[in-house]
Nanobody
């Protein structure tokens, strides 16, 4: 049974930082490209960041480039999202997603999802 479990969300002031974690189980972690998406109230789920399944290459949405960093630890089957210089518009539920293929930016292409962790950025 595949499980993705996110943690690390919370309330932070604008300009602050948070680090999200997503632990995967039931999958061969190295075989999956890993992603972070987010969904703000009343908005569609949007791509945030991705990391290749077989290398360190990363990809980011323009809105988070140079502020967020995605990384992974294959020994812990964990993917991280370091979020710096947070803005109120970053407020959303953040979801971890896995794809048994090359990375993608469309939510419908993901194979597995976590339940999400809420990030709230106050102004």
């Amino acid at each position: 049974q595949v499980q993705l479990v996110e943690s690390g969300g919370g309330l932070v002031q604008a300009g602050g930082s948070l680090r999200l974690s997503c632990v995967a189980s039931g999958v061969t972690f190295r075989s999956y490209s890993m992603h972070w998406f987010r969904q703000a109230p009343g908005k569609e789920r949007e791509f945030v960041a991705a990391i290749r399944r077989n290398g360190p290459s990363t990809m980011y949405a323009d809105s988070v480039k140079d502020r967020f960093t995605i990384s992974k630890d294959n020994t812990k089957s964990t993917v991280y999202l370091q979020m710096n210089s947070l803005k109120p518009e970053d407020t959303a539920v953040y979801y971890c997603a896995a794809r048994d293929d090359v990375w993608a930016t469309q939510a419908f292409r993901m194979d597995y999802w976590g339940k999400g962790t809420l990030v709230t950025v106050s102004s």
